[in-house]
Each structure stands twice: as C-alpha cells, then as structure tokens.
Nanobody, 124 residues
Framework: QVELVESGGGLVQAGGSLKLSCATS????????MGWFRQAPGKEREFVAG????????AYADFVEGRFTIFQDKAQNMVALQMHALKPEDTAIYYC?????????????????WGQGTQVTVSS
C-alpha cells in the first residue's frame, strides 16, 4: 500500500533549474531517512542526496557540487530536490526512496520503498 510518487521532471537547458517532488501515498509508515537516486542509460543507479527524517541532516554526492538542495516536509510526508545549474551529465531518471533501517543512506540496498522515477533531461 505504501507508494512513493515522483514529479517535476522534464526537459531543461544546461544551467537551468528544476524541482523534483516525492509524495507519499497510501499507509503511513515510519522512516529514518529518504533519498534521491538517479540512473542514466548504461549506468548503475547512484545516490544523489539524502535527508535524515528526524533532524533534517542532509548528505550529497560529490557531483552535486552545491547545486542541489534536498528538503523535507514532515507534515505532508514529502521530500523534494531543488536542482540548479543543471548539466547534461545530470540527465537520468531520478528516483525517490525511503528507509527505516539503521543503515547507510548512500547505498541503494538500504532503501525499502522506491518510486517509479521521473525523467530529467538536460540539453546542451
């Protein structure tokens, strides 16, 4: 019954901005952290950003380089990813995920729930 639904993907030019949102549908569930991953064609799904639900502490992959911000809305059980200065290399399907386990948020195997993804395409 738990479902995560991403939205906000689309086509943007290099240097542009995009905001991704992840909404929770169905039963309420506890979570320790939520994160965003991305997967480009022919590549592994990789960690982009994550946030601990309790205190809002965030972590980012090195390639983010200060361009993205992850933030949470506890009241609405939502998480968002604000992206700026997008590069063609950012083109990928972006996935929202959640976990309630005491494990590393950087690992895709740490997550219990996944959305279907939203496509982000950055043109040069």
């Amino acid at each position: 019954q738990v479902e995560l639904v991403e939205s906000g993907g689309g086509l943007v030019q290099a240097g542009g901005s995009l905001k991704l949102s992840c909404a929770t549908s169905g039963r309420a569930f506890p979570r320790r952290f939520m994160g965003w991953f991305r997967q480009a064609p022919g590549k592994e799904r990789e960690f982009v950003a994550g946030v601990f639900w309790a205190d809002g502490t965030a972590a980012y992959a090195d390639f983010v380089e200060g361009r993205f911000t992850i933030f949470q809305d506890k009241a609405q059980n939502m998480v968002a990813l604000q992206m700026h200065a997008l590069k063609p290399e950012d083109t990928a399907i972006y996935y929202c995920a959640a976990s309630n386990r005491v494990v590393s948020m950087w690992l895709r195997t740490s997550y219990d729930y996944w959305g279907q993804g939203t496509q982000v395409t950055v043109s040069s």
